[in-house]
């Protein structure tokens, strides 16, 4: 049976840890830079025009600046801007105060498609 040894053995590399050590590294305490998360940036900007548009041309439509004959695509228009604006307004605007650096404002509160 072989024999225990106390020190660093020569076979295997090991050494003895230090007794003095606290247990931390400096790295654990210093924030990961964070990334700009552009995929999903520029989607909430364009998730925000095309509601704004869809929103716009509905709202034509239900107030008659555009003929009647398209009235029939009135509540699609508005339903469907209406689900892109709301997200798309939301995540711009925490890209917007990221961007400027608010306090409880980051990109860490995005979805990120970049991974």
């Given at each position: 049976?072989?024999?225990?040894r106390d020190g660093a053995s020569s076979r295997t590399?090991?050494?003895?840890?230090s007794q003095d050590d606290s247990g931390f590294i400096?790295?654990?305490?210093?924030?990961?830079?964070?990334?700009?998360?552009?995929?999903?940036?520029?989607?909430?900007?364009?998730?925000?025009?095309?509601?704004?548009?869809?929103?716009?041309?509905?709202?034509?439509?239900?107030?008659?600046?555009?003929?009647?004959?398209?009235?029939?695509?009135?509540?699609?228009?508005?339903?469907?801007?209406?689900?892109?604006?709301?997200?798309?307004?939301?995540?711009?605007?925490?890209?917007?105060?990221?961007?400027?650096?608010?306090?409880?404002?980051?990109?860490?509160?995005?979805?990120?498609?970049?991974?």
């Amino acid at each position: 049976m072989a024999q225990r040894r106390d020190g660093a053995s020569s076979r295997t590399g090991y050494q003895r840890l230090s007794q003095d050590d606290s247990g931390f590294i400096d790295a654990q305490f210093k924030a990961p830079e964070t990334r700009i998360p552009w995929k999903s940036v520029w989607f909430a900007i364009v998730l925000l025009v095309i509601g704004t548009v869809l929103l716009v041309v509905g709202s034509l439509l239900v107030t008659g600046h555009i003929h009647e004959q398209y009235s029939d695509r009135t509540w699609p228009l508005l339903i469907l801007g209406a689900l892109m604006f709301i997200p798309g307004s939301y995540h711009s605007y925490i890209c917007y105060y990221a961007f400027k650096g608010y306090e409880g404002f980051s990109f860490e509160n995005i979805p990120s498609f970049d991974d």
